[in-house]
């Protein structure tokens, strides 16, 4: 105690007034959520534990594989299903068949369909177009889904009538509105492409809107809103990298779903006009009971599986080296 004392600084010897010594702090709120840590990069820290498995390397290879395959492959040797349609010498052939007919190339390989066409070449060109409608479709639904999601999950009047909008479309089947849809108008990319995410976002909008319920209640985000932080820094810093992961994996899920969607209406006839691995499907339903013609259709069945389990996979380890708990 007298040690403490004998410490003491007498401000009076200062010479300064008490305004001088003392001023008011204007609030700031970048400064009150300010702590002493270690410096933190949360994207170097994803990508730090995502390589940390290597497995994922591999997965990696798989979708730059799918990549080249899907958008480079068919730029660069072109495609053209009525090639050899008057060779009737040139239809249904398998592997070994068509290999010995035109000679080894890999576009031979999986043997030829109907119209004497490469099922290789026509497999990699489905893949682009219902590749690509797959990602067009993710990219909308999830721009709009986060944002109203965000919303919903902050504004009561937005949740109230959000709710009523969600019970309504819920109970009509999805693949029934598509259905309709594409019947009224032409069976083209742009219809089906807005056909899909003209009620695919609400189902999102929900998920997130159920998330940011229960992460924008916990106590830190309290103190932040106490302390002056305003609701759209709470968003963005508290709860936004939360979210992350969730969104990832949703996303991870979605994609192959989108695929899988594209194929069935194709295969069922109300899909795109163009080839398409459902379209694909579609044209090679007999050969998939006729002897030596079984190539033509579990070629793009195995395609279709390998780009969905690959883009579920990444989406998956992706999500999880995305939850800030794993960088611990």
């Known amino acids: 105690m007298a040690v403490a004392q004998a410490n003491r600084i007498d401000l009076s010897d200062t010479g300064l007034t008490d305004a001088e010594l003392f001023a008011p702090v204007e609030l700031d709120a970048a ?26 390397i591999l997965i990696l290879a798989a979708l730059a ?24 010498t040139a239809k249904h052939l398998t592997p070994m068949a068509a290999i010995e007919k035109f000679g080894f190339s890999i576009r031979w390989i999986f043997g030829t369909g109907a119209s004497g066409q490469s099922t290789f070449d026509a497999m990699w060109y489905g893949a682009r177009i219902s590749l690509s ?70 189902g999102i909008a929900y998920s997130l809107r159920t998330q940011v319920i229960i992460i924008r209640d916990r ?38 779903a989108y695929i899988a969607s594209e194929a069935f209406l194709s295969y069922i006839g109300l899909g795109i006009s163009d080839t398409t691995l459902g379209k694909i499907l579609y044209n090679a339903q007999s050969a998939m009971v006729t002897p030596g013609w079984g190539w033509e259709f579990w070629c793009p069945v195995m395609l279709s599986a390998f780009i969905s389990v690959v883009l579920f996979l990444i989406g998956q380890n992706l999500g999880d080296a995305a939850d800030p708990r794993t960088h611990m």
């Open 65 to 88: 594989f799918i990549i080249v395959f899907t958008y480079i492959y068919p730029a660069v040797m072109g495609y053209d299903r009525y090639g050899n349609i008057m060779d009737s």
């Open 219 to 256: 106590e830190y985000n309290l103190a932040s809103k106490c302390l002056g932080s305003s609701t759209v820094r709470i968003a963005v810093k508290n709860i936004l990298p939360f979210m992350i992961s969730f969104i990832v994996t949703i996303m991870a899920t979605q994609i192959p």
């Open 133 to 202: 409608l797959a990602l067009l479709c993710t990219v909308i639904n999830f721009s709009i889904g986060i944002v109203v999601g965000a919303i919903w999950g902050f504004s009561k009047r937005v949740d109230v009538f959000m709710n009523e909008v969600r019970n309504v479309v819920s109970n009509v089947p999805g693949t029934l509105i598509i259905s309709v849809w594409v019947l009224v108008f032409s069976p083209s990319f742009p219809t089906l492409l807005f056909a899909m995410c003209v009620t695919g976002w609400i």
């Open 31 to 56: 400064a009150v959520e300010k702590i002493t840590a270690p410096r933190y990069s949360y994207w170097h820290s994803v990508f730090r534990v995502f390589f940390r498995k290597k497995s994922n």
